[in-house]
């Protein structure tokens, strides 16, 4: 166990359709980001929130969006889903905003039919 | 933004031979070089990282060595074992805020008995 708890594993849902995936952080870290891993796009960084506010943002489209609660879980809210996301979608956490060794949870399995 | 290149894709070696990966970087201000393997249905496990002002770095049976000149870092195992058996991903950052971890696309290592 990472300490990086992503829920749900897998999800199957129909196109045109909204899912949240849910990330809670390793005890301590402040930062969470969110990847897409497709078979053929390896690891795409989607975005990175610190403590609450968003630090960085990658190829993330505009169905897409996320947040971090003050709580410190995050959120990937995926809408008007096409059969195209269909992906693992793995969360990772680190102490500070600055890079060093991420933690990465198991993922969260999407399939879209 | 920072791109990374990594060979091979697949590579298969003998249980007890040595397995080298490598990985090249674009942008010279990169300063901070994880490894990271995944073990399939798992998410992505750092095993070694390298800072920019440091040229090798060694863990047991595993090493990683940084070229800053000609911006390449590899990733060495010596005497593999099946359990080595993975896909690897090398990734580079510039260290800071605002800054996302870039993914090599992952070599497929096999270790047969």
Redesign the interface.
């Known amino acids: 166990d990472s300490g990086v708890t992503q829920t749900p594993k897998h999800l199957i849902t129909a196109t045109g359709q909204r899912v949240t995936l849910r990330c809670s952080p390793r005890s301590g870290d402040l930062s969470v980001y969110w990847y897409q891993q497709s078979l053929d796009q390896g690891l795409q960084f989607l975005i990175q929130y610190y403590n609450g506010e968003e630090r960085a943002k990658g190829n993330i489209l505009e169905r897409f969006s996320a947040q971090q609660f003050p709580d410190l879980h995050s959120e990937l809210n995926l809408s008007s889903l096409e059969l195209g996301d269909s992906a693992l979608y793995f969360c990772a956490s680190s102490v500070g905003g600055q890079n060093y060794g991420y933690t990465f949870g198991s993922g969260t399995r999407l399939t879209v039919v | 933004g920072e791109n990374v290149e990594q060979h091979p894709s697949t590579l298969s070696v003998q249980e007890g031979d040595s397995a080298v990966i490598k990985c090249t970087y674009s942008d010279s201000a990169s300063n901070?070089f994880?490894w990271?393997k995944q073990e399939l249905?798992?998410?992505?496990?750092?095993i070694i990282?390298i800072r920019s002002n440091v040229g090798e770095k060694k863990d047991q049976r595993i090493a990683v060595t940084l070229n800053k000149t000609a911006k390449h870092f590899s990733l060495h195992i010596t005497e593999t074992q099946p359990e080595d058996s993975a896909v690897y991903?090398c990734a580079a950052?510039l260290?800071?805020?605002?800054?996302?971890?870039?993914?090599?696309?992952?070599t497929q290592l096999k270790v047969e008995l």
Do not use: A, E, H, R
């Open positions: 901070y994880p990271y249905g798992k998410g992505p496990q750092l990282d991903f950052v260290t800071g805020g605002g800054n996302k971890l870039t993914f090599g696309t992952g």
